[in-house]
């Protein structure tokens, strides 16, 4: 393959040293880049159930939906739960687990929807780059996501903030197609402030409409009269999901649908019902959340230093800029919420990684192989330990800290966990020096890691984090034919109460729970012993495996 170096003078960024070779060359590294991104998306969709947290309460939502809820009220454990986002992720994941019930759990099917997101994530965010910075830099933003840490385990996840990530992305990719098909490029960013409505709710969505506003004032390139024009195309595309749903909502149930609006302003700073002030969480936490996107942005800003104006750096700029103004304002940030601030890093990553000097390359390259080599080394060790009992002072610290997890060889495991380590050692032996070589052997390593997590340790993980053995413990002291009442329950054991055991407690407030024989509390770890209750006595105690903070306890009316 011939390629030739040329100073690149692309309207949008100039200045930079690329590659241009035949359309021909293309096909190998987009084979190379799709098998890298589906090697690591993957591995961790199925075969495990749903795990604590933001999981457990989607799935929660999802069996509500396939139980026959009402589409357009979120519904937790037979009751309309305000704390949720707008349904769009839980519906597609309904849809994904009834189309698939044949063949895959409901967790499972549901969980491939996010997969189908984060492809989608992927997609345009790849069309962003290309038409930012021109056709191989696509490439580099797809490597740099899936080298990115904060999507290691989150792209795995059945969340809504994957459905949250893809309208932010289709956003992005209109934005800049817009530049050269105004009205498309409207419809699709108009379309992608609606999903992202509809997936996340009102915090992100404020994000994008606030670059919409402040793009024109920063860049030159939006600051014409054709752009104010495709405004109101933006604001057509986006109207059907801003009103639809809240309509549908506000309708049928307007109280409920008040108190979910209540809780969507509180959430920021400036109308929070108690005194807070915006954070720095977002700047604490990405260094390494980030990584590598943000020193390849950085160097980016650096060498458009002359010129910020231009889109292919401007536009980025501004969107990152405002979605840490507005994540900052989160009353509750966490890291899950800083999610959409990896897309614009990643197309200020990609506009730099062409140019990026041979001494930084060669050290993220040589970083990346020391890094993966000596973490692949440590995971055979503990797979060893945990499964085979060797080397056992390892095997017996593990064991303590997962008593009720009895190890077993898994053939078929431990190949796939073989097989990824030969295909990244031969992807190092046959690598030849590009421009996009570092970013893809740290991409690869961020593959093979979460290869061997999901081959060899989805198990005692799924032990640790699944509710399903603590649920067919608990079932047995379950009334067949009587109310269970609830107190301090969490969403996501009330989501999975429904999903395993079709049970739909009744909150201590409700009238129906004075009736009630059985009464599930959850109590924490400050409290040593099991909380008496006068008037109740304790049939059942159990907590997840290995969870010493969420206990339960079961108690039967006196």
Same mark, same amino acid.
């Given at each position: ?244 749903? +809240? &309509?549908? @909502? !506000?309708? =049928?149930? *307007? ?5 979910? %609006?209540?809780?969507? #302003?509180?959430?920021? /700073? ?16 990405? +260094? &390494?959340? @980030? !990584?590598? =996107?943000? *020193? ?5 800003? %650096?060498?458009?230093? #002359?010129?910020?104006? /231009? ?248």
């Amino acid at each position: 393959m011939q390629k030739i170096a040329v100073e690149w003078h692309h309207p949008y960024v100039t200045g930079l040293r690329v590659y241009r070779s035949s359309a021909d060359s293309r096909v190998a590294p987009f084979a190379l880049t799709l098998l890298l991104c589906l090697a690591w998306l993957l591995p961790g969709l199925v075969g495990h159930a749903p795990w604590k947290g933001s999981e457990a309460q989607t799935m929660g939502l999802v069996h509500s939906i396939l139980s026959g809820a009402p589409v357009w009220l979120p519904t937790l454990g037979g009751e309309p739960w305000a704390h949720a986002a707008p349904p769009l992720y839980p519906l597609v994941a309904a849809l994904f687990a009834q189309l698939l019930s044949p063949w895959l759990p409901v967790h499972d099917g549901a969980r491939l929807a996010a997969g189908m997101f984060i492809l989608l994530v992927m997609l345009f965010s790849a069309w962003t780059g290309r038409e930012l910075y021109g056709h191989r830099h696509g490439r580099l933003v797809v490597l740099t996501l899936v080298g990115s840490i904060g999507l290691w385990v989150a792209a795995h996840e059945s969340i809504p903030q994957s459905a949250e990530l893809c309208g932010v992305a289709l956003f992005g990719y209109g934005m800049a197609l817009m530049l050269r098909r105004t009205w498309l490029g409207s419809i699709l960013a108009g379309t992608g402030i609606g999903i992202c409505f509809m997936a996340s709710g009102v915090l992100e969505t404020l994000a994008l409409l606030l670059t919409l506003l402040v793009l024109p004032v920063a860049g030159s390139a939006w600051r014409t009269r054709r752009f104010w024009l495709a405004l109101s195309l933006i604001v057509l595309a986006a109207s059907p999901w801003l009103i639809w749903w +809240p &309509w549908q @909502a !506000w309708h =049928a149930a *307007p109280d409920w649908f008040a108190h979910w %609006w209540r809780l969507q #302003r509180q959430q920021l /700073v400036f109308w929070a019902a108690a005194p807070v002030y915006p954070s720095g969480y977002y700047f604490g936490f990405l +260094p &390494w959340f @980030a !990584w590598p =996107a943000w *020193p390849l942005a950085l160097w980016t800003l %650096w060498q458009s230093r #002359r010129n910020w104006g /231009v889109p292919g750096v401007i536009f980025p700029l501004v969107m990152w800029l405002c979605n840490t103004l507005v994540l900052s304002c989160d009353v509750k940030p966490d890291p899950v919420s800083g999610l959409p601030l990896l897309l614009p890093l990643a197309w200020l990553a990609a506009g730099g990684s062409a140019s990026l000097r041979r001494g930084a390359a060669n050290a993220l390259y040589w970083f990346a192989m020391m890094t993966f080599g000596v973490l692949a080394l440590a995971v055979w060790v503990y797979w060893s330990a945990l499964d085979l009992g060797y080397p056992v002072d390892l095997a017996r610290h593990l064991h303590a800290l997962q008593p009720l997890y009895q190890g077993h060889f898994h053939l078929q495991s431990a190949l796939l966990a073989i097989l990824y380590c030969v295909a990244w050692l031969a992807m190092l032996t046959r690598m030849k020096r590009a421009i996009h070589r570092p970013l893809l052997v740290w991409a690869a390593g961020m593959t093979l890691a979460w290869g061997l997590a999901a081959f060899l340790f989805v198990r005692p993980i799924d032990a640790r984090l699944s509710y399903a053995p603590m649920m067919s413990d608990l079932n047995h002291y379950l009334p067949q034919n009587s109310c269970v009442a609830s107190r301090g329950l969490g969403a996501g054991v009330r989501g999975m109460l429904d999903y395993y055991l079709g049970l739909q407690t009744l909150r201590e407030t409700s009238v129906g729970e004075r009736t009630c024989r059985f009464m599930l509390v959850e109590y924490g770890d400050d409290e040593a012993d099991i909380p008496a209750v006068n008037g109740w006595s304790a049939v059942w105690h159990g907590q997840r495996m290995g969870n010493h903070v969420e206990r339960y306890v079961l108690y039967r009316r006196d």
